[in-house]
C-alpha cells in the first residue's frame, strides 16, 4: 500500500492528457498494484478477503481520478 500511497499522489500532482508517458506510467503501475492484490490468497480469512477488498477498491477510485483529472 505504500506504493499505491506514493501513486496516489502523483496522481494528485498530474495535469496533462491520457497520451501523456507520465499518465501511462502512472496507469501501468496502478495495474499492476490491481493484479498482485489480485494474486493474494486469503487462504479462507475474512480479515486478508477484506483488506484485499478495500485496496482493490483504493486502487480503483485512484485509477478513475487519474482519468477523470486527463480529461
Known sequence: L??????????DSFEGKKTDKKYLMIEEYLTKELLALDSV?????ADVRQ????????VQNILERLE???E
Open 2 to 11: 505504500e506504493k499505491v500511497q506514493m501513486l496516489e499522489q502523483a496522481v
Open 41 to 45: 490468497d486469503p487462504e479462507g480469512r
Open 51 to 58: 483488506a484485499r477488498r478495500d485496496g482493490v477498491r483504493k
Open 68 to 70: 477523470q483529472k486527463a
